[in-house]
C-alpha cells in the first residue's frame, strides 16, 4: 500500500503569532520535496508536527489515510534527521543506530545485522565501534542519517542536516540524501541548499510567514517563480547554480 503524506489545514499558534497558518500539503508516495524558505517561517514547526514532536492547534496529519492525531512519535511511521545531531555521545556509533530498535524489542542479532546494513549505506563499514566523539561532523551527521534509517520509515524527514557542518563536509551527507532519493523514499527536506533542491527534489516548496506561497517543480518555482515572495527569495540566492 502506497502511504502518502497529507498535512490537512494544519495550524500551530504561539500567541498572536501563527508559526504554521492553514497549511495543507500532500506529499505522493515516492516522493522527494524540498521546502525552502527565510529563517523562522515555519519549516522546522511543520517537519516537528509530521513527526509528532508538535500536536497542531487545528488540522491533521495523515499517513495511508489513518490520521496521526494523538499518536506519539514512536509509534508513527515518520523519522527525522535533526539540525543538530541528536546523537548519544557516550554510546557508541552502533549503539546510535541500534538505539530505536533496541527500545522496539528487535532481537540483538537483528540490530547488529540491521546496524551493519544501514552504516554501509550511509558510507560508514565497519564503525560500529567507534565513539560518537570520533567522527567529524559530516560523518555523525551520516550516523544520525543511519539510524532514522534503521527503523524503516515511510516517510523521512531532514531539518537543514547541513547548516551546522563545515562547507567540505556538506557534500558527504546531500550525497547520502541524494542516493536515498534515488530509492524512491518518500522524503521532506528543510535546507539552504537550493542548488541540492533544484537538482535532486521532485517539488519544491516556498514557504513564508507560516504559508505556502508557491509548490511546484523545481524549474516552476526556482527558475520561473510567480510569487513576489518566492522571486524575493531566490533572487538572494543567484550565486547558487542551478
Known amino acids: 500500500m502506497q502511504q502518502d503524506l497529507e498535512v490537512d489545514r494544519v495550524s500551530k499558534r504561539y500567541g498572536a503569532h501563527a508559526a504554521v497558518d492553514t497549511l495543507s500539503l500532500t506529499v505522493a ?23 509528532g514532536f508538535l ?5 491533521e ?11 506519539p512519535p514512536n509509534r508513527r511511521p515518520v523519522n527525522m534527521v535533526f539540525q543538530h545531531l541528536a546523537l548519544f555521545p557516550m554510546m557508541t556509533v552502533g549503539d ?13 542479532a537483528e540490530i547488529a545485522s540491521r546496524v551493519d546494513a544501514m552504516l554501509k549505506r550511509v558510507g560508514l563499514p565497519g564503525a560500529q565501534a567507534k565513539r560518537i566523539d570520533q567522527l567529524s561532523g559530516g ?16 516517510v ?51 514557504l513564508a510567514d507560516g504559508v505556502i506561497h508557491e509548490q511546484g517543480t523545481p524549474d516552476e518555482v526556482l527558475k520561473h517563480p510567480t510569487q513576489p515572495r518566492t522571486r524575493a527569495f531566490v533572487e538572494r540566492h543567484r550565486e547558487f547554480d542551478f
Not at 55 to 59: K, L, Q, R, S, T
Not at 140 to 148: D, E, F, L, T
Open 29 to 51: 508516495h515516492g516522493s522527494f520535496f524540498s521546502i525552502l524558505g527565510p529563517s523562522g517561517c515555519g519549516k522546522t514547526t511543520l517537519l516537528r508536527i509530521v513527526a
Open 61 to 71: 496529519v495523515r499517513i495511508g489515510g489513518a490520521s496521526m492525531r494523538g499518536v
Open 156 to 206: 523521512l524527514l531532514f531539518d537543514e542536516p547541513t547548516s551546522a557542518l563545515d562547507p567540505e563536509l556538506v557534500g558527504e551527507v546531500l550525497r547520502v540524501i541524494r542516493a536515498l532519493a534515488e530509492e524512491g523514499r518518500t522524503m521532506l527536506l528543510v535546507t539552504h541548499e537550493i542548488g541540492f533542491a533544484y537538482h535532486v527534489a521532485n517539488r519544491v516548496v516556498f
Open 139 to 154: 560523518q555523525k551527521q551520516r550516523v544520525a542519517i543511519a539510524r532514522a534509517l534503521a527503523m524503516d520509515p515511510e
Open 96 to 108: 546510535n543506530v541500534g538505539y530505536g530498535l533496541a527500545r522496539r524489542g528487535v532481537a540483538r
Open 55 to 59: 500536536a497542531p492547534d487545528e488540522g
